[in-house]
């Protein structure tokens, strides 16, 4: 009657091990570590930057615990924070010689100290929030004028390209503010122009007049087309600061929009405020220039001699110079996509460009005047440029085209990726810093597993007294539980913060009230007079419909919450309805199959150790009942 398959304990036995294994990383905790990362998008931390990392810390002499490379970036860990200090220092003299221009960042950080055999595993500890890992936070203002600023110089020089290609004469088209102020010497050409203009910029409306002896036309950018410019804008900067926190390893980081014009970003377990600050407010923008082919040109950069006027000296990743002329062609805001692949002639590396219609008409136009000369792609951060490559062009170019040459399948790919990450589309300014120690993270965290704790010691101790044996069988399931939870926030990498704490909690209070059901439900049978082994089967088969409506009912909460809720309040969903889950496989799953292993195989089962079973005995001489205890 109360006997599992052998199939039902193996599944019991295969989930606590998986369990086991995943919850492992947890409890060793974090080690203080020094982060190498690539501080310009065309330096890379590889193999060689190791080596040079390992020579600085020998002669220092300092032995790391481990080094790891990993995802482009090279994290070296330390037994205390005083060798990681010492550590920051050494690295930095070694591989940032001029700290006017980093070519990488060296920034202090956390990783786990759990062995290699669970990191192959991909067994990996949980991500913890600001409020327990320690990092910081920064409120970020972004620069709506200056995006509306951007876009208006993007249509005044839009309006110039379309009016001599419609061959409208005798226009001069400028910005004020975000408007366009455009004049013209007759009212024909006028009415040429803002028949354009509504034709081909829906976004823009304009008001026009005369000027003294010539006509004005403004053109000013339609408020709905301003809101949809800003959020747009927001979210590209989003987009791009994501890709920028990734240079500094944090795990689980929260960037999310505040308002119409803010970005909150929380960087767990980053210590080094500088150094996030210093990988925020990084510029990179993507310009295309031709390549000075003038005599004058070619001997500045073959034999050093002086730079023509017009061009500028630039250096490739080599560090050959390059002569490129100060007329930029188009930028990164035409390119709309970056797909690295081979050349089906020569099947060497190359990279397949995609450009916007503007674009797409400049570089048909440069080609034809520029047949067999080379092009400059160069990608601009901090105020130093840096020649990528500089193909020449073989043919007639429109919005697509390809970039091949000298490179490496590994170089055509980091291109690609470059060209396709994309820059501020406004500005940005820290308006709020906010640091949280880690000591202050550890105490709360110290605090919160304290208090899980003591709550289930409390309860496994309420249990058995009340319950007896089958109180300690609900306390095992109860720990069974904690251990599924733990494992499945690691499993799916989620972030545990204080809220996330306080719904483990939770979760103790609902997995046991199952069992409570459960164990009340013998007792009823047992008070009926049924046997034993029928008390067992019954109590656990009728508890069953009870505990499933409590906890889908519970759980739609949950859902609610986490559908609803933001922040803090969804990290509380998440714990909540995994708590929910698991606590319905431990508490009637595992918890049936202890108590049949227990019990199970005894055919003449006398009585079972539940606690005490009240039940009713009349008094045959008055008809009275009393209560008796068995």
Not at 311 to 321: H, L, N, T, V
Not at 515 to 525: A, G, H, K, P
Request: charged content about 20%; proline content about 4%; some cysteine.
């Amino acid at each position: 009657m109360n006997r599992y398959p052998v199939w039902k304990y193996a599944i019991i036995v295969i989930v606590l091990l998986v369990g086991l294994i995943y919850a492992l990383p947890n409890f060793f905790g974090e080690a203080p570590a020094v982060q190498v990362s690539s501080a310009k998008s065309t330096v890379k931390v590889d193999a060689a930057t190791q080596t040079r990392v390992e020579e600085a810390l020998k002669a220092g002499s300092l032995v790391p615990d481990l080094i790891t490379l990993d995802g482009g970036s090279l994290r070296a860990r330390f037994g205390s924070p005083d060798e990681q200090l010492k550590a920051r220092d050494l690295i930095q003299h070694a591989l940032v010689p001029d700290a006017a221009d980093p070519p990488y960042t060296v920034a202090l950080n956390l990783v786990s100290r759990s062995p290699k055999w669970l990191t192959a595993l991909h067994a990996f500890p949980m991500y913890l929030g600001l409020d327990l890992r320690g990092g910081v936070d920064f409120l970020l203002q972004v620069d709506m004028k200056g995006a509306i600023d951007k876009k208006a110089e993007s249509f005044a020089s839009d309006l110039r390209t379309n009016f001599r290609s419609k061959d409208i004469r005798g226009t001069q088209v400028s910005r004020n503010g975000q408007a366009v102020e455009v004049s013209f010497r007759d009212a024909a050409a006028l009415e040429k122009a803002r028949q354009l203009i509504q034709d081909q910029f829906p976004d823009l409306t304009t008001t026009d007049g005369p000027d003294g002896s010539n006509w004005r036309l403004v053109a000013t950018i339609k408020p709905e087309a301003a809101r949809r410019l800003q959020d747009a804008a927001l979210k590209q900067n989003i987009t791009t600061l994501h890709n920028r926190i990734n240079e500094l390893g944090v795990a689980e980081p929260v960037i999310q929009q505040q308002g119409i014009d803010r970005i909150v970003v929380q960087l767990p377990g980053v210590q080094d405020t500088a150094k996030a600050k210093e990988i925020l407010g990084r510029t990179a923008t993507l310009e295309m220039r031709l390549v000075d082919e003038s005599s004058e040109g070619r001997a500045a950069e073959l034999s050093g001699g002086p730079v023509p006027f017009g061009s500028e000296k630039f250096f490739d990743r080599s560090g050959r110079p390059v002569i490129v002329k100060k007329q930029v062609l188009v930028t990164g805001e035409n390119l709309t996509d970056a797909q690295p692949g081979f050349d089906q002639q020569s099947n060497q590396p190359k990279v397949d460009l995609t450009m916007d219609a503007k674009g797409g008409n400049i570089m048909r136009d440069v080609s034809r005047e520029n047949y067999k000369k080379r092009m400059a792609m160069m990608i601009f951060e901090k105020g130093k440029g840096e020649v990528l490559t500089a193909p020449s062009i073989n043919g007639e170019l429109g919005n697509r085209f390809q970039v091949s040459g000298s490179m490496s399948v590994t170089e055509a790919n980091d291109l690609a990726l470059l060209l396709r990450a994309g820059s501020l589309a406004a500005p940005m300014e820290i308006i709020q810093e906010r640091t949280i120690g880690p000591t202050l993270g550890a105490d709360n965290i110290d605090k919160g597993i304290k208090s899980v704790m003591y709550g289930f010691l409390a309860i496994m101790v309420f249990m058995c007294v009340y319950y007896a044996l089958f109180g300690l069988f609900s306390s095992i399931a109860l720990a069974v539980n904690l251990l599924l939870l733990v494992a499945l926030l690691s499993m799916i990498q989620a972030t545990l913060t204080l809220p996330g704490i306080a719904a483990m909690a939770l979760a103790i209070g609902v997995a046991i009230d199952s069992n409570v059901l459960i164990n009340e439900r013998v007792r009823e049978e047992l008070r009926n007079g049924a046997s034993p082994q029928a008390a067992i089967h019954a109590g656990y088969d009728r508890a069953w419909g009870t505990i499933l409506d409590s906890n889908v009912t519970t759980l739609i909460a949950g859902i609610a919450l986490l559908a609803f809720g933001s922040g803090p309040v969804r990290g509380f969903a998440v714990v909540h309805c995994l708590g929910i889950v698991t606590s319905m496989f431990s508490a009637v799953f595992f918890s049936r199959g202890i108590v049949n292993f227990w019990y199970g195989g005894k055919k003449k089962l006398k009585s079972v150790s539940i606690g005490t079973v009240w039940r009713p005995k009349t008094d045959s001489a008055d008809g009275t009942s009393v209560a008796q205890a068995k």
